[in-house]
């Protein structure tokens, strides 16, 4: 079966870049969450997504925005990064009809601030 | 969101029964149960969910206390597999578009061959 995806797989920036990260959600899924996991640390929300507007927002710095497309992909653009940001970047995806809304996650994306 | 508590640790042998407890008693009424686990460098992968009844599932099961202030998920034959971190999560059912997942100190699962 067809699981999220996320681009790319590791990241390496140095601070003060730019970074942009990719989530593919598995197909007809209509909502998208963004997680950030720090070394040795649990996964924190950010922002989440349903039908292209945003539905909910965690400790997200006003460095990063994102957004979903028409196509239910996610961006995360994070700038002016900070040595703090390296980080662990998890996107899950869930169906709202989904009495549930279980989350599947991807592999993540690994970020490395230089 | 109401909180869960459960042990940092736990530990257990290869192909023994493995229960691992949490502890929700600020519980509301529209509150599912879920389990996740993170296995090592992987994404958070989902195990169970339950709300007022047993649940199982072919991972495992989720026995939930009858005035639903704990549950246990119980993995019935551990593997070395098994070994993760486990969260037990609240979410709340009662509808809308925020159901965002709120970790907590999940329990460190280790698994002795």
């Known amino acids: 079966a067809a699981g999220v995806i996320q681009s790319p797989r590791h990241l390496i920036k140095e601070k003060r870049e730019t970074a942009t990260l990719k989530c593919y959600p598995i197909?007809?899924?209509?909502?998208v969450y963004w997680y950030q996991q720090g070394p040795g640390q649990d996964p924190q929300f950010l922002i989440s997504?349903?039908?292209?507007?945003?539905?909910d927002k965690g400790s997200i710095p006003d460095r990063f925005s994102a957004q979903q497309f028409s196509d239910y992909h996610s961006e995360l653009n994070m700038s002016s990064l900070e040595l703090g940001d390296s980080a662990l970047y998890f996107c899950?995806?869930?169906?709202?009809?989904?009495?549930?809304?279980?989350?599947?996650f991807g592999p993540g994306t690994r970020l490395t601030v230089l | 969101d109401a909180k869960t508590t459960q042990p940092n640790s736990m530990e257990s042998n290869e192909e023994e029964p493995v229960h691992l407890p949490c502890n929700h008693s600020?519980?509301?009424?529209?509150?599912?149960i879920h389990w996740y686990r993170q296995l090592p460098s992987q994404g958070p992968e989902y195990v169970i969910h339950?709300?007022?009844s047993n649940v199982n599932n072919r991972m495992a099961s989720l026995a939930i206390a009858e005035d639903r202030k704990s549950s246990t998920l119980i993995l019935h034959r551990a593997t070395l597999r098994d070994a993760a971190v486990y969260y037990c999560?609240?979410?709340?059912?009662?509808?809308?578009?925020?159901?965002?997942?709120?970790f907590g100190k999940g329990t460190l699962l280790t698994v002795n061959p």
């Open positions: 999560i609240l979410r709340d059912g009662s509808g809308g578009s925020n159901y965002k997942l709120t």
């Open positions: 197909p007809r899924h209509d909502t």
């Open positions: 997504f349903y039908e292209k507007m945003q539905s």
């Open positions: 339950g709300l007022t």
């Open positions: 600020t519980i509301s009424g529209t509150d599912y």
């Open positions: 899950a995806s869930s169906s709202l009809l989904a009495l549930t809304s279980t989350q599947y």
